[in-house]
C-alpha cells in the first residue's frame, strides 16, 4: 500500500503534530507500507533548512518539502498544490492532517478529483473552545471551504471520544474513526535503569514519592486543573503516595 501524508509543516515549533505524524509514519513504514510525507517548510517567521521538492529519508518515510510562497501561519504554497495535482494518483490513500491551512485544499481536492479516498484529522479544530477562537474568520471559512473536505473524506480520524463529540456535534461523526496516537515507549531495560537511578535518587535525599510533570502552555484547554484533580482522588484512593510532586513547566 503506498500512502502520502500531507501537512502544513513538520517543524518542531509546531509541536504535537509534527511529533505525531513522524511517530505515525515511521510506525508504518515499519510494518512495510510504502509512506510519503508532503509539507511545506514553513518554520514560524523562517524556514527549515531543507532541501525543496526532492525526497529526504527518514525512519523509513519519504519527506518532500515546498516552498511556502506567501508569508505567514496560512502556509500557502503554490509548489506544494501543483505537485498534488500532479502526483496524487501515485497513491492508494491520503491522510491530511490539518484544517484552517492552505495544504488541505490541495490534498482534499486533488484526491477527490483523481477520486483517491482520503482520512483526514482536523487535529482538534472543530471543538467548541477552537472554533470560537477567532471565529469571525473560521465560520464562514468552515462553511465555505472545509464542509466540503469533511463531506467527501473517506473517513474522519478523530484521536480522542470529546474530538468525536464535537464531529458529531456538527453534524459529521458518521464516518469519524476514534484512533489515539500511539506513544513510543522505551525498551523494558531502559525503564528499569531509570526507576533504579530514581530510587537510588530518593534514598540520598531522604525523600520518595512519585513525580509527575505536565509540560504544556498554561491555558484552560489543555486540562491543568484535572491533573490536579486526578492527583488528589489517586491520593484519596491510596493510589498514590502523599509527597507526590507535580511540577508544571511552560
Known amino acids: 500500500m503506498r500512502v502520502l501524508h500531507v501537512i502544513p509543516s513538520v517543524a518542531a515549533r509546531y509541536g504535537g503534530p509534527s511529533a505525531a505524524l513522524k511517530g505515525m509514519t515511521a510506525a508504518l513504514a515499519a510494518r512495510g507500507v510504502s509512506v510519503s510525507v508532503a509539507t511545506t517548510n514553513a518554520d514560524g517567521p523562517g524556514a527549515l533548512e531543507v532541501p525543496l521538492d526532492d525526497e529526504v529519508t527518514e525512519d523509513g518515510v519519504q519527506y518532500r518539502f515546498f516552498a511556502r510562497t506567501l508569508p505567514?501561519?496560512?502556509k500557502f504554497s503554490w509548489p506544494l498544490a501543483?505537485?498534488?495535482?500532479?502526483?496524487?494518483r501515485d497513491f492508494d490513500v491520503l491522510h491530511v492532517h490539518a484544517l484552517f491551512s492552505f495544504a488541505t485544499i490541495p490534498a482534499c481536492r486533488s484526491a477527490s478529483r483523481a477520486r483517491v479516498p482520503y482520512v483526514l484529522r482536523p487535529l482538534g479544530t472543530l471543538g467548541s473552545?477552537?472554533?470560537?477562537?477567532?471565529?469571525?474568520?473560521?465560520?464562514?471559512?468552515?462553511a465555505l471551504v472545509e464542509r466540503r473536505h469533511l463531506r467527501d473524506a473517506a473517513a474522519i480520524h478523530a484521536t480522542s471520544e470529546g474530538e468525536r463529540d464535537a464531529l458529531e456535534a456538527l453534524a459529521v461523526g458518521g464516518k469519524t474513526r476514534v484512533i489515539p496516537l500511539g506513544v513510543e515507549v522505551a525498551e523494558a531495560a531502559v525503564l528499569r535503569r531509570r526507576e533504579e537511578r530514581m530510587a537510588s535518587r530518593d534514598m540520598a535525599s531522604g525523600s520518595?514519592?512519585?513525580?509527575?510533570l505536565f509540560l504544556s502552555r498554561l491555558h484552560p484547554v489543555k486540562g491543568l486543573p484535572l491533573l490536579f484533580e486526578a492527583v488528589a482522588r489517586a491520593r484519596e484512593l491510596a493510589l498514590l503516595p502523599e509527597t507526590t510532586d507535580a511540577s508544571r513547566h511552560t
Open 72 to 74: 505567514g501561519e496560512y
Open 82 to 88: 501543483r505537485w498534488l495535482r500532479q502526483h496524487v
Open 129 to 142: 473552545w477552537s472554533l470560537a477562537h477567532r471565529g469571525w474568520k473560521k465560520a464562514p471559512y468552515l
Open 208 to 212: 520518595a514519592g512519585l513525580q509527575l
